[in-house]
């Protein structure tokens, strides 16, 4: 039975989020520039938001480019801000076709101009449509989001909008970048580092994680289908106890 055969329908995550690590030194290992990395993983950014439309998954978010991902050589970030100009021009229509809308979290006001008008007209033609939504993380990180989100409630309570008591877990989420998205349950990151490198710190609190050795541009539909699987296999239990999850679920059924 092929991976996908074997996955649970029925028990898929609704928000996959991942960390798309190692186009850098897969192209070092193939002595290419690290910037030939960045152009393969567009493939597989490609085939993953295919493959999760394919499956029903609700939300795909993608780590594309972190806060601290400025500091990195300026033609190597010049070559990504232009890659991520062509590949969004080239791609709406195929967003589209797959009724996929697209989504940006991260400090829009950091990107260059023409990146951001591109974002912002392809953010408008996919704003109706109902299938996969695809969240790209760009000029993001979970530091920054939440200094904004405490910078925002404290304005909004010096302006007598909001009072300190007011403050619950769901009025706080909603100062977040992720105001309108649940929580993913899976977490993937390829290319063998096992850490989070600010991404969604606060959502990912219960999320499973999943590190892979595969470098990004290596990363395909089989890769996910396994990630899918491997979750499927994980018991979440949220604090409680295994008898108290297994009660439940037969209550359910
Ligand atoms: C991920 O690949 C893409 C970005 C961070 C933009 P890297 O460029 O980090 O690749 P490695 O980790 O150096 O191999
Ligand atoms: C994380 O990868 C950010 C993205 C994939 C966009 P990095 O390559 O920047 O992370 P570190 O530096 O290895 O932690
Ligand atoms: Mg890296």
Request: aromatic share 8%.
């Amino acid at each position: 039975m092929s991976l996908k055969d074997q996955l649970d329908l029925q028990r898929l995550p609704r928000h996959i989020a991942i960390i798309m690590d190692g186009n850098g030194r897969w192209a070092k290992e193939r002595g290419q520039d690290r910037l030939y990395g960045h152009h393969e993983g567009v493939e597989s950014v490609r085939t993953i938001v295919e493959a999760c439309a394919e499956l029903g998954v609700e939300y795909l978010t993608l780590y594309a480019f972190s806060t601290e991902n400025w500091d990195r050589p300026v033609y190597e970030v010049n070559g990504i801000m232009e890659l991520l100009v062509n590949t969004i021009r080239k791609e709406v229509n195929t967003l589209t076709k797959n009724n996929i809308r697209l989504h940006v979290i991260g400090d829009m006001t950091m990107l260059p101009p023409h990146c951001c008008q591109e974002l912002e007209e392809a953010m408008a033609i996919t704003e109706h449509n109902t299938g996969l939504n695809l969240v790209m993380a760009l000029s993001y990180s979970s530091r920054w989001e939440i200094l904004r989100a405490t910078k925002n409630i404290a304005k909004d309570v010096q302006a007598g909008k909001l009072k300190p008591d007011d403050i619950t877990p769901d009025v706080w989420e909603q100062y977040l970048c992720t105001a309108k998205l649940p929580d993913p349950e899976l977490m993937i990151r390829t290319s063998g580092e096992c850490r989070i490198s600010n991404f969604l710190l606060y959502q990912l609190a219960y999320a499973e994680l999943y590190f892979t050795s595969t470098r990004w541009p290596d990363f395909r539909r089989e890769n996910l289908y396994e990630a899918i699987l491997n979750y499927q296999t994980r018991e979440r239990r949220f604090g409680k106890t295994s008898e108290q999850i297994q009660q439940n679920e037969e209550i359910v059924s």
